[in-house]
Structure formats: structure tokens, C-alpha cells
């Protein structure tokens, strides 16, 4: 990330991290990921978002994270 690696690159299961992030539950990522201009409005994917794969893991913290951040 330090050496400007597009956080929003679109690609695997989940299409993004924040998505593979909001799905696994590690608040810890998230809030990296947030921090660093991760789009919490990106679509695509499994879950289409990462609202949507949080709310169906039943991540509660994260989906009011999530939530807070515009999503």
C-alpha cells in the first residue's frame, strides 16, 4: 500500500479486500483497509459488496462499521 498499490483492484471470489475482509470478519483489516481508501461501495463479487457478505456472515460490528463508513 505504501508504494501506491490501488487498494480497490478488482479481482477474485470476492472481487476486492474489503469484501474478502467483511466476509472473513477481521475488523483489524477492515479498519486498514477503510483507512486507505478501500471503496465501501464497490460492487461485485460473491456478495456483491461488503455490506452484503458481512450482513450474510452475521459480522454485527462490522455491518454497523460498515454502516457508519457511507456503505
Do not use: R, T
Not at 41 to 46: C, D, E, L, M, T
Request: proline share 1%; aromatic share 4%; no cysteine.
Amino acid at each position: 500500500m505504501e508504494s501506491g498499490a490501488n487498494i480497490n483492484l478488482p479481482g477474485g471470489e470476492y472481487h476486492n479486500a474489503l469484501q474478502a475482509a467483511a466476509h472473513s470478519g477481521n475488523m483489524d483489516i477492515i479498519n486498514f483497509l477503510l483507512k486507505k481508501g478501500a471503496n465501501v461501495n464497490a460492487q461485485g463479487g460473491k456478495y456483491g459488496n461488503a455490506l452484503q457478505a458481512a450482513i450474510h456472515k452475521g459480522h454485527k460490528d462490522l455491518v454497523k462499521l460498515l454502516l457508519e463508513e457511507g456503505a
